[in-house]
């Protein structure tokens, strides 16, 4: 599969999501708690209540060093916020290597290890950054074997049971 390289964002957007995510993303949340709301209030016997999605909500959410990396277009902010990321990868590596059977933390959500077969890296992770200097990201922190896949980089999980 090929890597898709993304473009930047336009600064305007950018600037003006960064400002009216703060009234956005609470104005979303609370219009999608209020039916559950709702249905607890009345005793609602239902056997699943609507669901909230905050977190591919909040996934949206820019804060300060996302929009000082995305402003800039300066490749080095989001090499070292990759280096950074990838850093925090390896230290989780590292230690499940000494307990396989505990669960990891990705992206703010624990999971078995065994469950996952691979790791990705989003736009998140690594902006506009081309695909060669990812790859030697990820060299550099001793973690060979990223591979491009549409729009994220995967690396094989070798703990993965499945």
């Known amino acids: 599969m090929n890597f898709i390289q993304g473009e930047p964002r336009s600064r305007t957007g950018l600037l003006l999501w960064f400002f009216a995510q ?4 609470p104005l979303w949340l609370a219009l999608r708690t209020a039916p559950a709301t709702v249905l607890m209030l009345l005793d609602h016997q239902g056997m699943k209540g609507p669901g909230f999605g905050a977190s591919a909500v909040l996934k949206r959410a820019v804060g300060p060093g996302r929009l000082r990396r995305e402003w800039s277009r300066d ?9 950074r ?7 989780e590596l590292d230690r499940l290597a000494r307990h396989p059977g505990s669960a990891v933390r990705w992206d703010g959500q624990y999971r078995p290890l065994a469950a996952l077969p691979y790791w990705y890296l989003t736009r998140d992770d690594f902006g506009t950054l081309p695909l060669d200097r990812i790859l030697t990201a990820g060299q550099r922190a001793g973690l060979p074997g990223w ?16």
């Open 75 to 83: 490749g080095g902010l989001w090499e070292a916020h990759l280096d």
């Open 147 to 162: 591979q491009p896949a549409g729009k994220t980089v995967q690396l094989r999980n070798v703990h993965h049971q499945g």
């Open 85 to 91: 990321k990838l850093a925090e990868l390896r230290s």
């Open 22 to 25: 703060w009234i956005v993303i």
